[in-house]
């Protein structure tokens, strides 16, 4: 595989941190809480520590199996082309694929598809940048 782990790791780690700015109330935190079908702070909800961990874990995950698709030493702007492009192009249209069917608002899932192409953005510049 040939790829820098380190970098992988970080760049997953990092994403889950976009993550976690995107969806605070400096961003869109409450936007998004209004447009779920469900309270977010309801008692008896998903425990936060395990969808916490479980997303910083994917994160960490999808950076390792980008970097894989990436390849050893990307040119930076390949990874940061090929990350505009996963998360346009593959993460955004499967999200409003599925927010079609599902009647999601599209601002929810624009705030969604966002998140994800900032962190494939992020991811790509990471690993195009540490060789």
Same mark, same amino acid.
């Given at each position: 595989? +040939?790829?820098?782990?380190?970098?992988? &790791?970080? !760049?997953?780690?990092?994403?889950?941190?976009? +993550? /976690? $700015?995107? @969806?605070?109330?400096?961003?869109?935190?409450?936007?998004? !809480?209004?447009?779920?079908? %469900?309270?977010?702070?309801?008692?008896? /909800? @998903?425990?936060?520590?395990?969808?916490? =961990? =479980?997303?910083?874990?994917?994160?960490?995950?999808?950076?390792?199996?980008?970097? &894989?698709?990436?390849?050893?030493?990307?040119?930076? /702007?390949? !990874?940061?082309?090929?990350?505009? !492009?996963?998360? #346009?192009?593959?993460? +955004?249209?499967?999200? %409003?694929?599925?927010? $079609? %069917?599902?009647?999601?608002?599209?601002?929810?899932?624009? #705030?969604?598809?966002?998140?994800?192409?900032?962190?494939? $953005?992020?991811? =790509?510049? #990471?690993?195009?940048?540490?060789?």
């Amino acid at each position: 595989m +040939g790829i820098n782990w380190l970098a992988a &790791i970080v !760049a997953g780690l990092v994403g889950f941190g976009v +993550g /976690g $700015l995107w @969806y605070s109330p400096l961003l869109f935190a409450n936007t998004w !809480a209004k447009l779920m079908p %469900f309270d977010p702070k309801a008692p008896g /909800g @998903y425990p936060i520590p395990v969808a916490m =961990g =479980g997303a910083a874990l994917l994160s960490v995950l999808a950076a390792i199996i980008f970097a &894989i698709f990436l390849g050893p030493k990307p040119s930076f /702007g390949f !990874a940061v082309g090929a990350g505009l !492009a996963c998360g #346009i192009g593959w993460i +955004g249209t499967s999200i %409003f694929t599925n927010g $079609l %069917f599902q009647r999601a608002p599209v601002e929810l899932m624009l #705030i969604n598809t966002g998140n994800h192409v900032v962190q494939f $953005l992020v991811f =790509g510049i #990471i690993l195009g940048l540490w060789h």
